[in-house]
């Protein structure tokens, strides 16, 4: 992807320069991985019952947070192509990263915390690449986009580990891509 990014962000003008590079990585990482090594744990559920509060409190915190520090209350409404295309991305990234990343080193740690600690490491390098798309910034820079997927991937592997479920973290990490998204599309910054 260290290679992608530029070449793509040389070639396609953001955003969709942007989409290209998730589109990629889609399908030479997460559908691949998502379907042949996650079998089918754990489980895929977003219910309220039995459910403790604190993850549902998490997992919807999570994008409202993002979105006010993103910015999106105070997004241009006005390009409605950019808008739908934040919410795509995000509806479809959100959920494929956490059946790639949480579900597929949950099913195959064996409880192991350590083992879903590398995926949460290289969930968090995933990002790096994305720093090198020419002409965008990141609002907090590189400390800002890493140290939020390591944070934001902390609290879903703990939702997923409390669960055993990557439904709430799917939900949130949606609803973040959203929230991030839209202010991102329309400014090339976030």
Same mark, same amino acid.
């Given at each position: 992807m260290s290679a992608a990014v530029p070449a793509a962000s040389a070639a396609v003008a953001f955003p969709y320069g942007y989409v290209c590079i998730l589109a990629i990585y889609w399908i030479i990482y997460c559908i691949p991985v998502a379907v042949g090594c996650? &079998?089918?744990?754990?489980?895929?559920?977003?219910r309220?019952? &039995?459910v403790r509060w604190p993850v549902i409190a998490a997992a919807l915190a999570l994008p409202c947070l993002v979105a006010i520090g993103a910015g999106t209350p105070g997004a241009r409404f006005g390009d409605i192509e950019l808008i739908l295309l934040a919410i795509a991305v995000g509806a479809i990234n959100g959920p494929l990263e956490?059946?790639?990343w949480r579900r597929t080193y949950r099913s195959n740690a064996y409880g192991s915390w350590r083992f879903e600690a590398v995926g949460l490491v290289m969930f968090t390098l995933w990002h790096v690449p994305l720093l090198l798309f020419s002409g965008v910034s990141y609002e907090f820079g590189a400390l800002g986009l890493l140290g939020g997927a390591f944070f934001m991937g902390f609290v879903w592997l703990m939702m997923t580990r409390a669960t055993n479920s990557v439904g709430w973290p799917a939900v949130s990490h949606a609803l973040v891509n959203i929230g991030a998204f839209i202010p991102f599309f329309q400014t090339g910054s976030t």
């Amino acid at each position: 992807m260290s290679a992608a990014v530029p070449a793509a962000s040389a070639a396609v003008a953001f955003p969709y320069g942007y989409v290209c590079i998730l589109a990629i990585y889609w399908i030479i990482y997460c559908i691949p991985v998502a379907v042949g090594c996650a &079998g089918d744990h754990p489980k895929v559920t977003v219910r309220l019952s &039995g459910v403790r509060w604190p993850v549902i409190a998490a997992a919807l915190a999570l994008p409202c947070l993002v979105a006010i520090g993103a910015g999106t209350p105070g997004a241009r409404f006005g390009d409605i192509e950019l808008i739908l295309l934040a919410i795509a991305v995000g509806a479809i990234n959100g959920p494929l990263e956490e059946f790639a990343w949480r579900r597929t080193y949950r099913s195959n740690a064996y409880g192991s915390w350590r083992f879903e600690a590398v995926g949460l490491v290289m969930f968090t390098l995933w990002h790096v690449p994305l720093l090198l798309f020419s002409g965008v910034s990141y609002e907090f820079g590189a400390l800002g986009l890493l140290g939020g997927a390591f944070f934001m991937g902390f609290v879903w592997l703990m939702m997923t580990r409390a669960t055993n479920s990557v439904g709430w973290p799917a939900v949130s990490h949606a609803l973040v891509n959203i929230g991030a998204f839209i202010p991102f599309f329309q400014t090339g910054s976030t």
